[in-house]
């Protein structure tokens, strides 16, 4: 089926994004902060890995969907260096919606026959 002229692309997220908004939607995190909420939420399930998150969070903020800014705190446990906090911006939080939405009319599909 080809897509009409007038129609906006579906918005896309991978799964790591789409975690990361969920936890930044009206808060604000720091790195390890993000990693320790997603395993906090999924009970030590399918968790947010260190290895991933800063790259897809420069990617996001790239494109928009997140935003950061660092901290005026100096802990001398980080060698004197300000943490980094993200939030979700509202084209992040209205990404995340579309998504969402698509998922749930994904998920009510009754075929036709």
């Given at each position: ?5 007038t129609?906006?692309p579906?918005?896309?997220?991978s ?8 936890l ?6 720091y ?12 009970g ?5 890995r260190?290895g ?13 969907l ?13 060698g004197?260096?300000?943490r ?29 026959w």
């Amino acid at each position: 089926m080809r897509r009409r002229a007038t129609e906006e692309p579906a918005p896309r997220l991978s799964g790591v994004e789409e975690d990361i908004l969920l936890l930044l939607v009206g808060r604000e995190l720091y790195g390890l902060a993000i990693i320790e909420a997603s395993k906090s939420a999924v009970g030590g399930g399918r968790a947010l890995r260190l290895g991933s998150l800063y790259a897809t969070l420069y990617k996001m903020e790239d494109r928009g969907l997140v935003r950061s800014r660092y901290g005026d705190e100096r802990l001398k446990e980080r060698g004197g260096n300000r943490r980094r906090y993200y939030t979700a911006t509202e084209a992040g939080a209205e990404t995340l919606r579309a998504v969402q939405l698509r998922r749930q009319q994904l998920a009510g599909w009754q075929p036709a026959w």
